[in-house]
């Protein structure tokens, strides 16, 4: 019976530090879940990429998914966002952060965007061992 009263208890804080926007046990409620159409775009708007992104898992402080994707065209310095593989990242109030390559030291695209009803935009970054070598605009609209 203590268990109970115990688990109620604490259940009851759960919710309370939920309702609050800064609160680190809990998800943002615009976090995002699921499958997103993905299209990059070079710094003269042109498309050079083109495919999915799923998120499979969130907690209070990792996003883990998966990503395919392929070229359009014949982009250059477009960096490793090509093919396809694991992404982790990072969701923070109306923010977030991906890396699509997690496992490679340098040779690393970044996705640093802004949540939005319809999914996630902003830019995309292919940083090497010399720094950020390229960048331009993506968009990932939830499917």
Same mark, same amino acid.
């Given at each position: 019976?203590?268990?109970?009263?115990?688990?109620?208890?604490?259940?009851?804080?759960?919710?309370?530090?939920? %309702?609050?926007?800064? %609160?680190?046990?809990?998800?943002?409620?615009?976090?995002?879940?699921?499958?997103?159409?993905?299209?990059?775009?070079?710094?003269?708007?042109?498309?050079?990429?083109?495919?999915?992104?799923?998120?499979?898992?969130?907690?209070?402080?990792?996003?883990?998914?998966?990503?395919?994707?392929?070229?359009?065209?014949?982009?250059?310095?477009?960096?490793?966002?090509?093919?396809?593989?694991?992404?982790?990242?990072?969701?923070?109030? %109306?923010?977030?952060?991906?890396?699509?390559?997690?496992?490679?030291?340098?040779?690393?695209?970044?996705?640093?965007?802004?949540?939005?009803?319809?999914?996630?935009?902003?830019?995309?970054?292919?940083?090497?061992?010399?720094?950020?070598? %390229?960048?331009?605009?993506?968009?990932?609209?939830?499917?």
């Amino acid at each position: 019976m203590q268990f109970q009263i115990r688990f109620l208890l604490l259940l009851a804080v759960l919710l309370a530090a939920c %309702s609050r926007d800064k %609160s680190p046990i809990c998800p943002p409620a615009d976090a995002p879940m699921g499958t997103y159409s993905y299209a990059s775009y070079d710094t003269t708007e042109h498309m050079v990429a083109r495919g999915w992104l799923t998120i499979d898992s969130f907690d209070s402080l990792r996003i883990a998914g998966e990503w395919h994707i392929s070229k359009v065209g014949d982009p250059h310095e477009i960096g490793m966002q090509i093919g396809e593989g694991e992404l982790v990242g990072a969701v923070q109030q %109306s923010s977030i952060w991906i890396n699509l390559n997690p496992d490679w030291v340098d040779n690393n695209v970044w996705l640093d965007g802004v949540l939005s009803d319809h999914g996630f935009e902003g830019t995309w970054t292919w940083a090497t061992i010399a720094g950020p070598t %390229s960048s331009g605009r993506f968009a990932a609209i939830k499917r």
